[in-house]
């Protein structure tokens, strides 16, 4: 069973930075990023492949956001800069399949962390 540890998150003025991580139980799966905001649906946000050799971003992040993973530490992070108050939600890190790429529909991800809070202040 794959199980999921996040840190990081809180709360940043817009501009800021902020870099969340997901430790794994596990290697070789992909894994990706995915936010709630209020009242919102759950939406994707970033994924990286087993091997980090490929990576796909939300076109809402792409350019502030960068995933990367350290496989010889079982950890993926997220790492946030020019934060804007819409990117203000519960952040959630998932693994999908082992071995997998980075374009999976969410619903092939199937284990998922405890989620960390991000607030962005205007």
């Known amino acids: 069973q794959v199980r999921l540890v996040q840190s990081g998150g809180g709360l940043v003025q817009a501009g800021g930075s902020l870099r969340l991580s997901c430790g794994a139980s596990?290697?070789?799966?992909?894994m990706a990023w995915f936010r709630q905001a209020p009242g919102k649906e759950r939406e994707f946000v970033a994924a990286?492949?087993?091997?980090?050799?490929?990576?796909n971003y939300a076109d809402s992040v792409k350019g502030r956001f960068t995933i990367s993973r350290d496989n010889a530490q079982n950890t993926v992070y997220l790492q946030m800069n020019s934060l804007k108050p819409e990117d203000t939600a519960v952040y959630y890190c998932?693994?999908?399949?082992?071995?997998?790429?980075?374009?999976?529909?969410?619903?092939?991800?199937?284990?998922w962390g405890q989620g960390t809070q991000v607030k962005v202040s205007s």
């Open positions: 998932a693994a999908g399949a082992r071995f997998g790429g980075s374009r999976s529909p969410e619903s092939k991800y199937e284990a």
């Open positions: 596990v290697s070789a799966y992909a």
């Open positions: 990286i492949s087993w091997s980090a050799g490929s990576t």
